[in-house]
T-cell receptor, first 115, second 114 residues
Framework: NAGVTQTPKFRVLKTGQSMTLLCAQDMNHEYMYWYRQDPGMGLRLIHYSVGEGTTAKGEVPDGYNVSRLKKQNFLLGLESAAPSQTSVYFC??????????????FGPGTRLLVL | AQSVTQLDSQVPVFEEAPVELRCNYSSSVSVYLFWYVQYPNQGLQLLLKYLSGSTLVESINGFEAEFNKSQTSFHLRKPSVHISDTAEYFCAVSDSSNDYKLSFGAGTTVTVRA
């Protein structure tokens, strides 16, 4: 049982390049989330999904797109990377019982540097 | 959406001393409260949570937090810290006004010294 895994662990991009971050979970969780972590700002929700084929915007969605084609995978895309997207990205998943308040399980993170 | 304030960004503490990390949130509506811990170069792990019932909740490694509705606080305490408690601690809150999505505080870095 690997829990939540993220690929890649670290990436350097040039401004304007695109990339996709992959999140996978093997806990059969319905809900999945993408956060970014910046110093002094905690974690901010980018996008989330409440089930296969569904996505919704979080607090800071601009510049990102997501897809949830399979229940176990949640992809985060950057179409045209900007230096402001330099951050650590965390994926999380949860199995809700009547709401989104169930415990979230986090992946190890992806460090992204945009030059 | 909830606003979560962690009043201390850095807390240095000596081994075996007590520590308290303060967390306040903005709304007094029915809330769910969490403390997550992030060890260096790792993801976040749930430390403890309050959903309902007793206002004092405990973790398996000696931390406890008390939900205080009147003061909208959820402070985290440990009576005696270990070197291994060095980490960043995040308070998080969810409630119905934001579809129960988590709102995180900015984090408190605890550094335990021998």
């Amino acid at each position: 049982n690997a829990g939540v895994t993220q690929t890649p662990k670290f990436r350097v991009l040039k401004t304007g390049q695109s990339m996709t971050l992959l999140c996978a979970q093997d806990m059969n969780h319905e809900y999945m989330y993408w956060y970014r972590q910046d110093p002094g700002m905690g974690l901010r929700l980018i996008h989330y999904s409440v089930g296969e084929g569904t996505t919704a915007k979080g607090e800071v969605p601009d510049g990102y797109n997501v897809s949830r084609l399979k229940k176990q995978n949640f992809l985060l895309g950057l179409e045209s990377a900007a230096p402001s997207q330099t951050s650590v990205y965390f994926c999380a998943s949860s199995y809700p019982r009547g709401g989104l308040q169930e415990t979230q399980y986090f992946g190890p993170g992806t460090r992204l540097l945009v030059l | 959406a909830q606003s979560v304030t962690q009043l201390d960004s850095q807390v240095p503490v000596f081994e075996e001393a007590p520590v308290e990390l303060r967390c306040n949130y903005s709304s007094s509506v029915s809330v769910y409260l969490f403390w997550y811990v992030q060890y260096p170069n790792q993801g976040l792990q749930l430390l403890l949570k309050y959903l309902s019932g007793s206002t004092l909740v405990e973790s398996i490694n000696g931390f406890e937090a008390e939900f205080n509705k009147s003061q909208t606080s959820f402070h985290l305490r440990k009576p005696s810290v270990h070197i291994s408690d060095t980490a960043e601690y995040f308070c998080a809150v969810s409630d119905s006004s934001n579809d129960y999505k988590l709102s995180f505080g900015a984090g408190t870095t605890v550094t335990v010294r021998a």
